[in-house]
């Protein structure tokens, strides 16, 4: 019975959200990828939305029933059947109202088979971002393969209209090879290797008492540099995203100067490589929100990247929804923490303990490795470990929840709702 009322329900409001595009015709930048989907959302909002009145997804709504409610402006409704009526309700009344977004940034993630061809059927993007494609991609247990992932997300080029925009990540070689294909419009975005708009002088930013506090960078575009600062957050995850945002105000017309500007204001997501203060005067990176493999690994460089005097701990939970690549993926990565000479290792949940398994038969020290089924345990381990001066890398997949292990040793737990993912009424209570 339940799945009959989904499928109503998402019926409905796809059906009003086709007739809001068609109503008020704003025009679409639509991303996609494995990796990098919300942050290049953010980015490109904060890029775009001094100048423009604009729309992004909530959260990371980014399926059938996500992209929906982001272009009708609504909340999910979760399990509460009157709030979706609620919302049937008010996605009629968006149809009446007299002032809509003149841009809608939308997350476009696919979960099955046929995910991206559905909703290329009736979404026209004026803008397409492909971020990365790495070689195991999160959902892939749903495909038969990682290339079949790739090759369902390639499928919102059939959303692009004739004189949109293709925007490519150049470091990603998977993600370049559309440009081989692509018979739109293509501007190209990278790090290391050539692009249309490229970084250099990428560096991480301490305070005086040697802690990150963000990264810098300058943008090379049309023979021009400009500094880009971003507080709060680390990693190329956030370096990436800037660019692609860089981009889009190229294509709106908004000077590289402006959009370098705008970031100075941006707001990071929660748990996406967000330094917070912890316990025992130590260094929290908060990347909670979710675990990929080439997310986990890129985390890890960071750790391993920052300059410190105290210890550095990796607290590392399962990575889901990745089927037959689960014990070669995280013994990857535990290989990863002992080349990278992490100092002490915690994992959480039964695939995590690959990680640990390949740590210490790749050299790291068992007495540095903790092994936890359960987060509270866990925590209190963590706890008699952490020094001042420690750096504390916390990361794991949706399912394993890593936030409550941040909220119990950051310095203000207090402000959890404020800092950290899944602190709704939703999440709280599950």
């Known amino acids: 019975m339940k799945k009959i009322l989904k499928k109503i329900i998402i019926t409905i409001i796809t059906l009003e959200a086709k007739l809001v595009l068609l109503r008020f015709k704003p025009k679409i930048i639509a991303i996609t990828g494995s990796v990098g989907k919300t942050s290049t959302k953010d980015a490109v909002f904060s890029a775009l939305s001094d100048s423009i009145h604009i729309r992004k997804n909530q959260k990371s709504f980014n399926s059938e029933i996500g992209v929906p409610l982001t272009i009708l402006g609504l909340d999910n409704g979760y399990n509460d059947f009157f709030k979706w009526l609620t919302n049937i309700f008010e996605g009629l009344l968006v149809l ?5 977004p003149e841009r809608l940034v939308l997350e476009v993630g696919v979960d099955r088979p ?6 290329m059927r009736w979404i026209k993007i004026d803008i397409a971002i492909f971020t990365r494609f790495p070689n195991v991609p999160a ?14 997300k390639k499928k919102m080029l059939l959303g692009v209209k004739p004189d949109g925009y293709v925007v490519l990540n150049a470091d990603d070689s998977e993600v370049l090879k559309i440009k081989d294909v692509c018979k739109r419009k293509v501007m190209t975005f990278g790090i290391e290797n050539d692009a249309d708009v490229k970084v250099s002088n990428e560096e991480i930013m301490y305070d005086s ?4 506090t963000g990264v810098n960078f300058k ?8 500094p880009v600062k971003i507080k709060g957050v680390l990693g190329r995850q956030h370096i990436y995203p800037v660019l692609a945002g860089m981009i889009c105000g190229i294509i709106e017309g908004i000077t590289p100067v402006q959009v370098s500007e705008a970031m100075e204001k941006h707001q990071s997501a929660p748990g996406r490589m967000t330094i917070l203060w912890g316990m025992k005067d130590s260094i929290i990176i908060d990347d ?42 995280h013994k990857i990565i535990g290989k990863m923490v002992n080349d990278l000479h992490i100092d002490y290792l915690f994992t959480l949940g039964k695939r995590a303990e690959f990680f640990a398994e390949e740590a210490i038969k790749t050299g790291m020290s068992v007495e540095n490795i903790f092994i936890f089924n359960e987060y509270g345990e866990l925590t209190k381990k963590l706890k008699e470990v952490i020094e001042k001066g ?28 404020d800092l950290l993912v899944r602190q709704d009424i939703f999440w709280l209570d599950n």
Do not use: C, W
């Open 390 to 417: 420690s750096i504390i890398l916390i990361k794991g997949s949706q399912m394993i929840r890593a936030e409550k292990i941040v909220k119990e040793i950051m310095y203000e737990p207090e402000l959890a709702k």
């Open 114 to 119: 046929g995910d991206m061809e559905h909703m």
């Open 96 to 100: 009446f109202t007299k002032k809509y």
């Open 209 to 212: 008492a040697l802690r990150p």
């Open 288 to 329: 909670s929100y979710n675990a990929s493999p080439v997310a986990v690994q890129e985390a890890l460089k960071v750790l391993g990247k920052i300059q410190s005097n105290g210890k550095k701990i990796a607290v590392l939970g399962d990575m889901s929804e990745i089927g037959k690549y689960t014990a070669n993926e």
């Open 139 to 152: 959902h892939v247990e749903y495909f038969s393969s990682p290339k079949e992932v790739i090759n369902e």
């Open 219 to 226: 943008v090379d575009y049309n023979k021009n540099s400009i």
